[in-house]
């Protein structure tokens, strides 16, 4: 199956980078500045978002209230970010963005990618778009991703790595942001395998999961809306976890948690007192792990 959208509705990563394009150009202190997100957009959907117009109702998200889904992926993206500089600082010179879509870490973080070296997973067609959209930007990326093209569901995150210039020996942080969703159970538990017995000691990971937690009325409307566009557009959510049975299959794993958050901390940490009420309002957990020795 296709994931990278059709004309009535962009795939997730695009539908991402375009609410990430969107918020750099028109919020006041954005979450996440994303300067290189809209050189990855398609022409129409540039000039769109630089000269926002009422919307003519053509798109089949039109009616969907997406701010505090867009929150939570900005936030989770920033809380990522936050902690690969926290282990580049402490040494680690490998990061792993898993559905990395069109994350932009990459293309504009040079002052670390000199030495940082950034391999991006996601299905090989949603890379293919991405880098046909580099090569066609209008602005030098600092630096370019090694792409790893892996589905989650049907192939070995291990052996594409294996196959790369990865170094099994070397620290490395990964991250899984905005994604788990998405993928089965199984799947998200077999690629946490693959990363505990594939990575060096000391290695940390960054996630975000979807948390199967008492919800309100609203939130479960919320969340049946969300579903039912997701499904349309051929990307259905597929995992929920109860936030115990998450943190207990990392530690079986190999991981020791060493923060689990919700959504109402990164309310706190990145959202606080904003002028446009953005705040992450999808319910969520986020996870802070290290591999043990
Ligand atoms: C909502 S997007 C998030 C992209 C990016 N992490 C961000 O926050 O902007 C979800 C990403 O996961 C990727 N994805 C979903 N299921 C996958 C699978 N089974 N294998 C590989 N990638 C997958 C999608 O292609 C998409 O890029």
């Not at 580049?88 to 990459?106: E, K, M, P, S």
Request: net charge negative; with cysteine; hydrophobic share 40%.
């Amino acid at each position: 199956m296709a994931k990278t959208g059709n004309e009535n509705s962009l795939g997730t990563a695009e539908g991402a980078v375009m609410g990430r394009a969107t918020h750099a150009l028109h919020a006041d202190s954005p979450v996440l500045n994303d300067r290189w997100a809209i050189h990855l957009l398609d022409p129409a959907t540039r000039l769109q978002i630089q000269n926002p117009e009422p919307s003519a109702g053509t798109n089949d998200w039109d009616d969907f209230d997406s701010a505090p889904l867009f929150a939570l992926n900005v936030g989770s993206l920033r809380y990522a970010e936050d902690e690969v500089e926290r282990c580049f600082r402490n040494g680690i010179r490998q990061y792993v963005i898993l559905g990395a879509g069109f994350d932009t870490f990459a293309l504009r973080r040079g002052d670390l990618c000199d030495e940082l070296r950034v391999f991006e997973v996601d299905f090989p067609d949603v890379q293919t778009l991405k880098r046909k959209r580099i090569e066609q930007a209008d602005a030098a990326p600092d630096a370019m991703p090694t792409f790893i093209p892996v589905d989650f569901e049907t192939s070995s995150l291990a052996e594409a790595l294996e196959r790369s210039s990865f170094d099994p020996n070397g620290r490395v942080v990964f991250s899984w942001m905005n994604t788990i969703p998405y993928v089965s159970a199984s799947a998200a538990e077999s690629t946490l395998r693959e990363i505990a017995s594939l990575s060096a000691p000391a290695t940390r990971i960054v996630l975000n999961y979807s948390c199967d937690v008492p919800l309100s009325e609203t939130q479960i409307a919320y969340l049946k809306t969300l579903q039912g566009k997701v499904s349309q557009s051929g990307e259905p959510l597929q995992s929920r976890w109860k936030p115990e049975a998450f943190e207990s299959m990392l530690s079986d794993l190999g991981f020791t948690v060493v923060e689990h958050a919700t959504e109402r901390h990164l309310h706190e940490r990145y959202f606080e007192g904003r002028g446009d009420g953005l705040s992450p309002g999808v319910p969520a957990r986020l996870i802070v792990a290290e591999l043990r020795t």
